[in-house]
């Protein structure tokens, strides 16, 4: 990512609605399929610790990243072991961990399965993998171009990706589908905008930056029962199953 949207991450993370909500919707999977975890947990690409911060208190928990800043913001949100590493080289011993969440990264990599087969690698047979991404490529913008993307993906490229790495996908599903229609109109309208590539963090009063959390949070359960028919994201639990 530029190096601005790292200070930029750190400030609106705690709060902000579209980080807060993917929280939720993690922890809401992870409740709901996954259910107690006694072993380590990894967050691939952690960044700036958000969703580490979040999982620390129950777990004991790793974060890794490529990015050194990125890490440097992580430290100041918890005590926890924080590793500068590529996903598609992972300093960890194979089945290592039981639960890994990559959320918002594989769009980042140039090789998306190289890194899948590294995550399937170190987790534990029986062990979960969440992980999230930007979903239609029609959807693509200077939001993209700000934060490096590679690529964004439709369901069934996901699903393709994950079971080439040796996945079971247990469960795939849009998400952010309510505000579906105006994210991608101003997606769209961004490709436009004279001005140069920017992570399209809008602010918003605190009234309504809790009524989209709320709606987030809504939406969490319904991803958790059904698979939602499109989004401007997609999220995937899968397993490596047991030999």
Not at 42 to 56: H, S, V, W, Y
Not at 167 to 195: G, N
Not at 211 to 230: K, N, S, T
């Amino acid at each position: 990512m530029q190096a601005e949207e790292y200070a930029r991450m750190y400030a609106c993370e705690g709060d902000y609605w579209w980080f807060v909500g993917r929280r939720l919707l993690v922890k809401t999977l992870i409740e709901g399929m996954v259910g107690s975890v006694s072993g380590w947990v990894l967050d691939a690409g952690c960044g700036t610790g958000a969703m580490l911060a979040e999982l620390a208190p129950a777990n004991r928990v790793v974060g890794v990243d490529v990015e050194m800043q990125a890490l440097r913001y992580a430290r100041q949100r918890g005590d926890f072991p924080l590793i500068q590493a590529r996903l598609e080289a992972l300093p960890f011993r194979s089945e290592a961990f039981e639960l890994i969440t990559a959320l918002d990264v594989l769009e980042h990599l140039p090789d998306d399965l190289c890194a899948l087969r590294e995550i399937w690698r170190v987790l534990q047979p029986g062990g979960w993998l969440i992980a999230t991404v930007p979903a239609y490529a029609w959807l693509w913008s200077k939001h993209d171009v700000a934060l490096h993307h590679y690529r964004r993906y439709t369901a069934r490229a996901l699903k393709q990706r994950l079971e080439q790495a040796g996945f079971e996908v247990c469960k795939l599903s849009y998400s952010v589908m309510f505000l579906f229609a105006p994210i991608a109109l101003f997606r769209w309208l961004d490709r436009w905008r004279p001005a140069p590539p920017a992570a399209t963090v809008i602010p918003v009063p605190r009234w309504l930056n809790r009524w989209l959390i709320g709606l987030q949070a809504f939406e969490a359960r319904l991803v958790r029962r059904f698979r939602l028919p499109l989004g401007v994201s997609l999220v995937a639990v899968a397993r490596k199953n047991q030999v």
